[in-house]
């Protein structure tokens, strides 16, 4: 099989569209539509729909795709494997995502301390909710992610990271501030959340089911996103929210935000990494593993 016309099929559903297909490939758009046909043609199903202003994969180019990128990524492990790429220079490029917890001071800096230790690799990092991240590397648009909530997906493994404490944030002057409270008092007191599929969220809801308590029985003043919006609100003085620790250190640094705990509640977390079922990781992905292991060890 012509991986090229599957490289052309799998730029064409991940751009929806063949002429921004054809520039990430630097080829020419009837380049890419000539590939498609013979893919056509071959399996004798239609596998694009060209009906709507963005071109879809119908349910025989959904089937297509995932195993494309499966051919694709051994093509590339075999090439590597036969140029010894094992040997001399780290290059390449990674492609990781990461939730808004991990996402926000800790994986950056992470990622700017391997490209500097390893300067002919490239990095790409895509921030979005827990359950996109999983979705996303389900389908290997992605080759790691890192979130703070294990979903069940079957389409992926998961595998411990680093240790994240989630506390309840709250203004410096707040009669909370520094304080373990009640359950109790804490219900009363006005609360920000974030989005579904945020996994601090998802960690509050679990800790609080173990209580007999819902999330509608607190007072949920606000929906604000993922974590800097969220974030900012506390420092605005519009409530209380939990929040990633590590998120919170200039803050607290500050004199801006303090720390309290709720008595019951230990929404502690374990980051995770996230890759694909049956993909084996590129030489750059375990290099980079190994840099993160060793730095927060």
């Known amino acids: ?46 596998l694009l729909d060209r009906s709507g202003r963005r071109v879809e994969p119908t349910e025989a180019g959904q089937r297509l795709y995932r195993g494309a990128q499966r051919l694709i990524a051994l093509e590339e492990q075999l090439l590597d494997e036969v140029a010894g790429v094992d040997e001399g220079e780290l290059k390449g490029r990674l492609e990781i995502g990461s ?9 950056p800096l992470l990622l700017c301390e391997f490209q500097r230790h390893s300067p002919a690799v490239s990095i790409a990092l895509s921030i979005f909710d ?16 890192v979130v703070g909530a294990a979903r069940k997906h079957r389409g992926v493994v998961f595998e411990p990271f680093f240790r994240d404490d989630v506390v309840l944030a709250c203004t410096s002057s707040h009669r909370f501030a520094g304080r373990t409270i009640s359950l109790e008092e804490f219900r009363s007191e006005p609360l920000i959340v974030m989005q579904e599929g945020a996994g601090v969220r998802q960690l509050l809801e679990d800790e609080l089911r173990k209580h007999g308590v819902r999330l509608r029985d607190l007072d949920v003043r606000l929906e604000l996103g993922l974590q800097e919006s969220v974030r900012s609100a506390v420092v605005a003085g519009y409530g209380v929210a939990f929040i990633s620790h590590s998120a919170l250190e200039a803050e607290l640094a500050a004199g801006q935000l303090a720390c309290a705990r709720v008595e019951g509640l230990d929404p502690a977390r374990e980051i995770s990494i996230v890759q694909a079922s049956g993909r084996s990781p590129t030489r750059v992905a375990e290099a980079f593993l190994a840099f993160a292991r060793e730095r927060l060890t």
């Open 1 to 46: 099989m012509d991986t090229r016309q599957l490289a052309a099929f799998c730029a064409v559903v991940e751009q929806h569209s063949f002429s921004q297909a054809a520039e990430r490939l630097g080829v020419t758009q009837p380049a890419v539509s000539m590939q498609i046909r013979a893919l056509e043609e071959r399996f004798g199903h239609r």
């Open 99 to 107: 939730s808004t917890g991990p996402g926000d001071h800790v994986l």
């Open 130 to 145: 827990t359950q996109t991240v999983v979705e996303r590397v389900a389908e290997r648009e992605l080759e790691l992610g």
